[in-house]
């Protein structure tokens, strides 16, 4: 973590924060302003109870991905997409579904964060992302290249039904 240590981070944000756990370390671990934005009303009372609990402060939105926040730019964005491949009408409301299901090639929420990345980050900002190997990481790098980002694959696991990626994006300088 001493790459985010000397980034010099200002705002950090995670969609998509469930209990909260996450955000609440890297809050942690850095002294920043810390948001966290969830589409279930629940989950977000949940981030808000593990901050509190942890002696943190982290603000948490009740929304869907990062629509209500404008013209704020992150220099880390954490985001744990529903990347289960799934049909794509599964991917509505704000009930647990949220939480995994991804749609077509698990990729219909991931794809809507990436495609505006440039709008989200800093120009030093990162994004660290968890990814599903059913998600076609070959075909994100090459998206994410043809738009002036980098990406690093910084952690891989294979778990019980699940090969796992946590993929770092950055931009090209």
């Given at each position: 973590?001493?790459?985010?240590?000397?980034?010099?981070?200002?705002?950090?944000?995670?969609?998509?924060?469930?209990?909260?756990?996450?955000?609440?370390?890297?809050?942690?671990?850095?002294?920043?302003?810390?948001?966290?934005?969830?589409?279930?009303?629940?989950?977000?009372?949940?981030?808000?109870?593990?901050?509190?609990?942890?002696?943190?402060?982290?603000?948490?939105?009740?929304?869907?991905?990062?629509?209500?926040?404008?013209?704020?730019?992150?220099?880390?964005?954490l985001f744990n997409p529903p990347y289960v491949v799934t049909d794509?009408c599964e991917v509505v409301g704000n009930g647990l579904n949220r939480?995994?299901?991804?749609?077509?090639?698990?990729?219909?929420?991931?794809?809507?964060?990436?495609?505006?990345?440039?709008?989200?980050?800093?120009?030093?900002?990162?994004?660290y992302m968890v990814l599903l190997k059913e998600n076609n990481i070959?075909?994100?790098?090459?998206?994410?290249?043809?738009?002036?980002?980098?990406?690093?694959?910084?952690?891989?696991?294979?778990?019980?039904?699940?090969?796992?990626?946590?993929?770092?994006?950055?931009?090209?300088?």
């Open positions: 973590m001493p790459f985010l240590k000397n980034l010099g981070v200002e705002f950090a944000v995670e969609i998509g924060s469930g209990s909260g756990v996450v955000i609440t370390a890297l809050a942690s671990f850095l002294a920043c302003a810390c948001f966290a934005t969830d589409i279930n009303p629940e989950a977000c009372q949940a981030t808000a109870e593990t901050a509190v609990l942890n002696g943190r402060k982290v603000d948490c939105v009740n929304m869907d991905l990062l629509g209500a926040f404008r013209n704020r730019l992150f220099d880390v964005l794509p939480a995994w299901a991804g749609g077509f090639h698990g990729r219909q929420v991931t794809d809507k964060v990436l495609s505006t990345l440039d709008l989200l980050l800093s120009e030093k900002g990162v994004c070959q075909e994100i790098q090459r998206f994410m290249n043809e738009n002036n980002f980098k990406s690093d694959v910084i952690l891989e696991r294979k778990l019980r039904g699940e090969h796992l990626y946590v993929v770092k994006f950055s931009r090209i300088l």
